[in-house]
C-alpha cells in the first residue's frame, strides 16, 4: 500500500507473518489491522495515509514480513 502524501510504501508479506501483532502494538498510527481467521493469523495495512515512516513495525517484526520503504 502506498502512502502518496508522505511518499510511504508498506509491504506485507503474508506468507510470513505469523499474526504476532508486535508491529500492530509498536504502531501509534493505527495504519496496521489483525486479521483472525480459524487457521490464519496476519495484518492488513488498513490507513495508509496514517503512516509516517517511522518504521518501528519493520524493526520489532522477527519475520521480515512487513517492508515500509520512504523513497524521501
Ligand atoms: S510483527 Fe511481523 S509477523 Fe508479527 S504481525 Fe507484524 S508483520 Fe506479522
Ligand atoms: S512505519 Fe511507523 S507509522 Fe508506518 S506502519 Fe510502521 S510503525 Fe506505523
Redesign the pocket.
Known sequence: MMNKKRDVLIQ?DLD?????????ERCHHNV?AKVELPLQ???VVDSAENCIGCLH?MS????Q??RVVRSR
Open positions: 506485507v510470513k507473518c505469523v499474526g504476532c501483532w508486535k508491529c500492530i496496521l493469523k496476519y495484518i513495525c520489532v517484526c522477527r519475520y514480513a512487513i
